[in-house]
């Protein structure tokens, strides 16, 4: 006969209950980074066309700049657009289509919660911005580009970016029907890319509008990379203050409005 403690060490009898968040932020961002390479149109055109960009903006026939050098400013406006395009845009209709698709749908009845989905889709995205930030600088220095200041910083300002980007994205994909969320996103990154220094200059605008766009999320973004790799400035607080901002405010609202379906 097996004796009561025998047999407790050697039960099989499963514990269920949920893993830390730890770990399942870092299985959601290994899986949707699997994912996100697995659709290789859409990240080749994730590297191609913010190169192509860099070399359309780099044109001096095109419109004019009142800059020294033009390839100076162009760079961060680039890193700025192609973090935007993807933490925002892009995030934000693949995961509308997700929804409308009932990709999410099982998601939502495990152990997964919200705030895991946001991080997880969040930081997949930041990992491939990396690759899209080290190939737009490539292409730069071959441009003649002289950058300057901290380079801590200017991953800093992206990571930042990122986080505030990626949670309005998930925030407009998690509440609205999808071709709403297609139809918003193309909207809104378009009034960002010439409303928030990214292709136009804020000191182009009159002081009295410069003074409250450069609250946007891409103002405060263009502006703090421009004064980091074109002016060789300090710390950015204001546009780092601006952007931490952002985060605190999109990721646990994308968090707790996001729905599954």
């Given at each position: 006969?097996?004796?009561?403690?025998?047999?407790?060490?050697?039960?099989?009898?499963?514990?269920?209950?949920?893993?830390?968040?730890?770990?399942?932020?870092?299985?959601?961002?290994?899986?949707?980074?699997r994912l996100l390479l697995r659709n290789g149109e859409q990240v080749?055109?994730?590297?191609?066309?913010?190169?192509?960009?860099?070399?359309?903006?780099?044109?001096?026939?095109?419109?004019?700049?009142?800059?020294?050098?033009?390839?100076?400013?162009?760079?961060?406006?680039?890193?700025?657009?192609?973090?935007?395009?993807?933490?925002?845009?892009?995030?934000?209709?693949?995961?509308?289509?997700?929804?409308?698709?009932?990709?999410?749908?099982?998601?939502?009845?495990?152990?997964?919660?919200?705030?895991?989905?946001?991080?997880?889709?969040?930081?997949?995205?930041?990992?491939?911005?990396?690759?899209?930030?080290?190939?737009?600088?490539?292409?730069?220095?071959?441009?003649?580009?002289?950058?300057?200041?901290?380079?801590?910083?200017?991953?800093?300002?992206?990571?930042?970016?990122?986080?505030?980007?990626?949670?309005?994205?998930?925030?407009?994909?998690?509440?609205?029907?999808?071709?709403?969320?297609?139809?918003?996103?193309?909207?809104?990154?378009?009034?960002?890319?010439?409303?928030?220094?990214?292709?136009?200059?804020?000191?182009?605008?009159?002081?009295?509008?410069?003074?409250?766009?450069?609250?946007?999320?891409?103002?405060?973004?263009?502006?703090?990379?421009?004064?980091?790799?074109?002016?060789?400035?300090d710390i950015p607080l204001h546009d780092l203050l601006t952007l931490v901002a952002w985060c605190l405010v999109a990721?646990?609202?994308?968090?707790?409005?996001?729905?599954?379906?």
């Open positions: 006969m097996i004796s009561p403690d025998v047999s407790r060490a050697t039960s099989f009898v499963p514990a269920p209950g949920a893993a830390p968040r730890r770990q399942m932020l870092g299985a959601q961002t290994l899986m949707e980074s080749a055109l994730s590297f191609v066309i913010p190169v192509l960009l860099l070399f359309f903006f780099n044109l001096p026939v095109l419109y004019s700049l009142d800059v020294p050098r033009r390839i100076d400013f162009v760079v961060p406006s680039i890193i700025a657009l192609a973090v935007m395009s993807a933490a925002f845009t892009g995030l934000a209709i693949a995961t509308g289509f997700e929804r409308k698709y009932s990709v999410l749908k099982r998601l939502g009845a495990t152990a997964l919660p919200r705030s895991v989905l946001v991080g997880g889709k969040t930081l997949s995205v930041l990992l491939l911005e990396l690759v899209q930030v080290a190939l737009i600088c490539a292409f730069g220095l071959a441009l003649a580009w002289h950058p300057h200041g901290n380079a801590l910083l200017v991953v800093v300002l992206v990571v930042l970016g990122t986080l505030a980007f990626g949670g309005l994205g998930l925030l407009l994909a998690g509440t609205a029907r999808a071709e709403v969320t297609l139809a918003a996103a193309n909207l809104i990154w378009l009034v960002l890319l010439f409303a928030g220094g990214i292709a136009i200059p804020l000191s182009k605008y009159p002081s009295a509008v410069a003074d409250v766009l450069q609250y946007l999320p891409s103002a405060a973004l263009s502006h703090g990379l421009h004064r980091v790799l074109e002016d060789g400035g990721l646990p609202a994308a968090a707790r409005w996001f729905r599954w379906e």
